[in-house]
Structures are given as structure tokens and as C-alpha cells.
């Protein structure tokens, strides 16, 4: 068969909603797509447990704290999951990894910014998680099986966490004065980097057109963003706090909220690595993976030797 | 009196389980990040159950919280060993061993109080316990006998914690009151059992006991080193600087 008719098979298959398995011929183009999304929401999964980690130690209840442990394990889950679904597009986990720490693969941008009081682990949980799971919920019909059931997957955890996240939001809005304080200041400060999870507009979306085509992105960057702020408007009153952003109105016509325009500027230095915990971040991953070489060594230079032993046994 | 020692346990698991929780995002591999943190989730969930059952004979009616966040250190009575910090991979899986031998020789004593409530909460860390000495027992087996540089590392985390060990078996007055009501286990006896299965492991890990024995302890009197003290203030921040509130 030639390139043609494979392309044909291909794109007829996606058109008939069957998932693309491994072992299924796939356009060049399509894997390299793939594997830079998925290994970069892989990374993603990883480098989101420093911002949250940041507070574990200082949660203000054995309760919270466990939840917040709990609830960064399941994102090492997530990065374990990924990973390994990535891996069968024919990339190894070491090499994604060292792309991440060579700062030539990229991470969700969002994860670039500080936690700085107790409330945006709140924040995180709400719209960090709120927004991802946006993007996950499109990402299970994903045209690539193993993504898809990754997907499935990873989406129920999420929605526990962005409720866990909620949650520690509404009894922040009913507490004292200071704590509804550092509520709004975690909102205040989340938002816009939330809002900017979704990417580019659509108009300026370079990936978009030929990831449509092939189904591995079932819903645009402003479609998925435009639902996130529906929803996030309607939760926002059950806490009795202000989402930053004067231009919030509802529009009778389009039947959604409309929104204020969205600092490209800021999204684009952070994307290039000029954020405020860009350097941190990717520091804290590089040293926990050289402070761990040795420990990796040791345990399969005694995996060897077990072997070895049974061996001569 | 039964309070001062449930407190005692609980101190245990809630010092080591904020030890290990500095390391989650920070393992050698996502593999191991997982493990540990679970291990601190079991241990803070055990510490709860003690806390809550502390608090139910509590004079002062104090809560999980306000038992956990708001005594002044020297009412910890967790052992030194627990409060030790993470200084590298090989403190932290040994330290971790050297206490869950010694935590799985107490509960499953425990697991015979004559407290049914003690009993009962030692029944179902028990289950834990195992799970964490079989994962540290492995690492300290294949960092001890892995490479040179492992070898060393482990033969150095030893030597720097061997000293605290003997803490575990020195019974207090309360202790021993309890003992004869037949509620708590006699630390003592459990001594020649916990050594001879940490002798066994060490050997197959090729470590050696370094000389000059046990002779660091005061955790179970109050008196820590030095590292307890910053551990608490981190802990102990948000219920400090904002008392009394609902999170
Ligand atoms: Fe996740
Ligand atoms: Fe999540």
C-alpha cells in the first residue's frame, strides 16, 4: 500500500470514531503530535505537584494535610499513567524526561506561578484542576486509544480534586475576615493564569486546524474556555467572592458569559520561560532526578546481582 | 496516664509522616514519591485515630488539631530518631526501617491491650505497618548491597542513626504502670526480637552496626535535638499565627 492509501485507511478510521492503537499505522506527523502533547501533559502532571507541595507541610489541619498528600500523589499517578501511555508511541520515559529538564519539551505554564498563602491550594484545586479537567473531559473521545483510556482514568480523580479544592474555598468565604481575605487574594491571583490554560485563541492557534482533522483535540482552546467561565461565574456566587475581571457580564445573545481581554503578553513570557518559578521549578525537578541517580543505580545493580545469584542457584 | 501514652504513639507517627511529607515532589524516582507518600498518609491517619482517641480522655477536651498543631515542643514525646531529617535517600529508607520494625513489634503487641480501643486501632495500622517494613526493609537491602557509592551512603546513614535507637526500648513510669494494667506492651521485651531481624537485614545488606552503641534518647522525656524545634514551626504555622479558626 502506498503513503496515499495508508493516509486514506488512516483518516477513514478516525472519521468511523475507531481509536488509533499502537500498533496501527499512523502518519509521522500524528505521533510527533502526540507524543509532544501527551509528554507535555506528563510534565505537566509532575511539575504541578511543586507548587501544591509547596504547602503540604503547613497545612493548617491533619485533615487538609492528608487530603493535599493525597491529592498530589494522585497527580504522580497521572504523570506515571501519561508517561507510560506516551511510551507507546515509541519515546522512553528517560527521554522525555531529559527533554523536560533540557527545557526542550514544555509543561502547562500555569505551574509557573506561587503559592503564597494557604487559600491557593483552594485556588489550584477549583480552577487549576477545574480547567484541566475541561480539557480532559474533551480529551477522552481523543482519537489515540491509549490517551483516551488514560484519560478516562485520570478524569474521576480530577473531579474529586477540584471539589476538595472548592471546598476548602467555601470554608475559607465562611470564615474570618482574614481568611476570606486570603481567599479572594489566591482568586485574585489565579484567574487570568487559569483563563490562559486554554491556550492561544483559536484565530492564533497554530496546532489546531491538522489536531481537529485527526481528532486528537475534540474542542477549541476558546470552546473549552468559554465553558470554564460559564461554570466558574456560577460557582464564584456560592462563595460570595469576585472572579478580576470587570468585564464579566453575561451576553443574552450568545447565551455566555462574556470576558475581558486576556494579557497575551504576560502568557507568552511565562511560556518562554520568564515567569516567576520557571527557573525553580525545573530547578526542584533537576535536583530531585540527580540527588535520585544514585538510588536508581543501586537498585538495578541489585537487581543484577539477585539475578545473577538465582542463576548460579 | 492512658493519655500521656496514646499521645506518645501518636507523636511518633505525626513526626515521621511530616518528615516524609517534605519529600513529596521531591523522590528519586515517581516510583518511590508515591511509596513514601503513602506511607505518610498512612501515618498521619494513624496519628489521627490516636489524636481523636487522646482527645476523648483529654481533661482540656482538645481536638485532633489542637493536640497535633498547638503544644509547645516539649510536650512531644515522639522519639529522636523519628524527628531526624532527610539528609539524603539513605537516612531517609534507614530511619524509616530501624522504626518499622520496632512500630510492628509494638502494634501487633498492642493489638492485645486489654483497651479494646487501643486494640482496635492497632489492628488496622498493623496491616499498614507491614506494608511499610517490607518496602523499607527492600531499600535498605538494595542500597545496602547495590553499588559502592550506595553501600557507603547507607553504611554513613547507619552510623549517623544507629546511636538513636535504643530510645525505642527504654519504658517511662507510665509505661511501666501500664504494662502491669496489661494495656501498653513492655518496649523492653520487644528488644532481642527487633534486634535479631535488624541484625539479619543489616548483614544481608552488608552493613556493619557501627561501635559505641545506643546512647542518644530524651524524645520520650521531652527533650529533643535540635531539628524538632524548626519541624514545629513549619507544622505548627497556620494554627499559630491564625488561632482558633475553622479550615
Ligand atoms: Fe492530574
Ligand atoms: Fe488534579
Known amino acids: 500500500m502506498d503513503e496515499k492509501e495508508l493516509l486514506n485507511r488512516f483518516q477513514a478510521q478516525i472519521d468511523a470514531e475507531i481509536k488509533i492503537e499502537p500498533k496501527d499505522w499512523m502518519p509521522d506527523a500524528y505521533r510527533q503530535t502526540l507524543i509532544r502533547q501527551m509528554s507535555q501533559h506528563a510534565h505537566s502532571e509532575i511539575v504541578g505537584m511543586l507548587p501544591e507541595g509547596n504547602w503540604v507541610t503547613r497545612a493548617p489541619t491533619l485533615k487538609r494535610k492528608a487530603i493535599l498528600l493525597a491529592k498530589i500523589q494522585d497527580e504522580a499517578g497521572h504523570g506515571l499513567y501519561l508517561y507510560s501511555a506516551t511510551e507507546t508511541l515509541g519515546i522512553s520515559r528517560q527521554e522525555m524526561i531529559d527533554a523536560l529538564h533540557e527545557g526542550r519539551a514544555k509543561y502547562s505554564s500555569v505551574f509557573n506561578y506561587p503559592t503564597l498563602n494557604w487559600a491557593d491550594i483552594g485556588a489550584i484545586g477549583w480552577l487549576v484542576d477545574g480547567a484541566a479537567i475541561m480539557n480532559q473531559v474533551a480529551l477522552m473521545r481523543t482519537s489515540y486509544g491509549p490517551y483516551s483510556r488514560a484519560m478516562i482514568r485520570i478524569c474521576k480523580e480530577e473531579s474529586f480534586h477540584q471539589r476538595q479544592g472548592f471546598d476548602i474555598l467555601y470554608t475559607l468565604s465562611r470564615g474570618s475576615d482574614e481568611q476570606k481575605a486570603m481567599a479572594q487574594d489566591a482568586l485574585n491571583r489565579w484567574w487570568w493564569p487559569s483563563m490562559m490554560m486554554f491556550g492561544p485563541h483559536d484565530s492564533e492557534s497554530t496546532h489546531s486546524q491538522q489536531s481537529t482533522k485527526w481528532k486528537i483535540k475534540r474542542k477549541s482552546n476558546d470552546e473549552l474556555r468559554q465553558d470554564f467561565v460559564d461554570n466558574s461565574v456560577q460557582q464564584v456566587k456560592v462563595l460570595g467572592l469576585t472572579l478580576p475581571d470587570p468585564d464579566l457580564k453575561w451576553n443574552e445573545e450568545r447565551q455566555h458569559y462574556d470576558y475581558g481581554p486576556i494579557d497575551w503578553e504576560e502568557f507568552w513570557a511565562v511560556v518562554k520561560g520568564r515567569g516567576p518559578c520557571n527557573r525553580e521549578r525545573i530547578a526542584a525537578r533537576k535536583k530531585a532526578y540527580d540527588d535520585g541517580e544514585w538510588v536508581r543505580e543501586a537498585a538495578l545493580a541489585y537487581a543484577k546481582k539477585k539475578k545473577a545469584k538465582e542463576v548460579l542457584a | ?247
Open chain 2, 1 to 247: 496516664m492512658l493519655f500521656e501514652y496514646i499521645l506518645q504513639l501518636a507523636d511518633n507517627q505525626l513526626i515521621l509522616a511530616q518528615r516524609l511529607s517534605e519529600l513529596c515532589g521531591h523522590g528519586p524516582a515517581l516510583e518511590q514519591d508515591i511509596a513514601i507518600t503513602n506511607i505518610s498518609l498512612d501515618l498521619i491517619g494513624q496519628s489521627r485515630l490516636l489524636f481523636q482517641y487522646a482527645g476523648k480522655l483529654d481533661e482540656q477536651h482538645r481536638n485532633e488539631d489542637q493536640l497535633a498543631f498547638l503544644r509547645p515542643e516539649k510536650e512531644y514525646r515522639n522519639l529522636l530518631l523519628v524527628e531526624q531529617p532527610n539528609r539524603d535517600f539513605a537516612h531517609v529508607v534507614l530511619r524509616q526501617y530501624l522504626f518499622d520494625e520496632f512500630n510492628f513489634l509494638n502494634y501487633s503487641g498492642l493489638t492485645n491491650s486489654k483497651d479494646e480501643e487501643l486494640a482496635a486501632i492497632a489492628t488496622k495500622s498493623l496491616m499498614e505497618v507491614k506494608y511499610h517494613l517490607r518496602f523499607s526493609k527492600n531499600w535498605v537491602l538494595r542500597l545496602g548491597d547495590g553499588t559502592a557509592i550506595s553501600h557507603r551512603k547507607m553504611q554513613d546513614a547507619l552510623n549517623n542513626l544507629w546511636m538513636y535507637a535504643g530510645e525505642m526500648f527504654e519504658k517511662t513510669a507510665i509505661e511501666r504502670d501500664l504494662v502491669k494494667a496489661g494495656i501498653a506492651v513492655d518496649v523492653e521485651q520487644l528488644m532481642p526480637t527487633w534486634k535479631e531481624s535488624v541484625m539479619s537485614t543489616l548483614k544481608e545488606a552488608t552493613l556493619n552496626i557501627p561501635e559505641g552503641g545506643w546512647y542518644q534518647s530524651g524524645g520520650k522525656k521531652g527533650v529533643h535535638s535540635e531539628h524538632l524545634g524548626h519541624l514545629l514551626a513549619e507544622m505548627q504555622f497556620m494554627q499559630r499565627a491564625y488561632p482558633n479558626l475553622t479550615w
